[in-house]
């Protein structure tokens, strides 16, 4: 199991090495429309029909967002003003995000509501299986709700992926129909787009298997028991 913790660790850093580089290399080309990040969100949440979402720039790398509870879409400066079919990609993606708010998406609308708990959990889920793993020769009930707190953050992580992949796939049908993109870049900014997705995937791998851990100490307690 440990050997398998260090792996994803190790996983997760080419990946997010990889689609840094990526990024890098895709903000090389420009785009043939000659549109900023922010133009393309604009255009995007135009012809959906979402007008109460405003498009901000935020400071840092990578760090595109988009805010259900003030409705923002929230672009890096990079993405903001750049026309690159990497941006255009990424400003697709979190604009993906404020349509499926605006269309009552299920999965958005199930995740969005757990938000709450996961983030109240998370605050204090450390604490219990710390506590938990030094006590678990004395008593399993610490490490078990730690467990129970722990399954609560891990569905969190896997909720989050057909979220994800569902944004991607609702930008690149946009660009594609809009002329957006061409066919070239077409490819380049569904590369970005599944690099930035297998972010999400293994940390959701790597939240499943922390959590199998846990759950195989809690059983050789009860045995030893």
Not at 15 to 35: D, E
Not at 77 to 83: D, G, I, L, Q, T
Not at 85 to 97: F, R, S, V
């Amino acid at each position: 199991m440990y050997a398998l913790l260090i792996l994803l660790m190790v996983v997760s850093w080419l990946i997010q090495w990889r689609l840094r580089s990526k990024f890098r290399q895709y903000s090389q080309v420009g785009l043939q429309a000659n549109l900023t990040g922010a133009q393309v969100a604009e255009m995007m949440l135009a012809d959906h029909g979402v007008t109460n979402v405003r498009i901000i720039s935020t400071e840092g790398q990578l760090t595109d967002h988009y805010n259900p509870t003030d409705r923002t879409v929230n672009l890096s400066e990079s993405v903001y003003a750049e026309r690159t079919a990497a941006a255009a990609a990424i400003a697709a993606h979190e604009c993906g995000h404020a349509v499926q708010h605006a269309t009552a998406y299920s999965m958005l609308q199930f995740r969005s509501a757990i938000v709450p708990v996961v983030s109240a959990v998370s605050k204090w889920m450390p604490f219990i299986l710390l506590a938990g793993f030094f006590l678990v020769n004395r008593t399993p009930y610490p490490l078990g709700l730690g467990i129970a707190l722990f399954s609560l953050t891990t569905l969190f992580s896997f909720i989050t992926l057909p979220v994800e992949f569902d944004a991607s796939r609702r930008a690149l049908a946009w660009m594609d129909r809009r002329g957006i993109v061409t066919t070239q870049e077409h490819g380049m900014a569904k590369d970005a787009l599944w690099w930035a997705a297998m972010t999400y995937v293994v940390a959701a791998i790597a939240s499943l298997a922390s959590l199998l851990y846990y759950v195989s100490i809690f059983l050789g307690s009860n045995r030893r028991s």
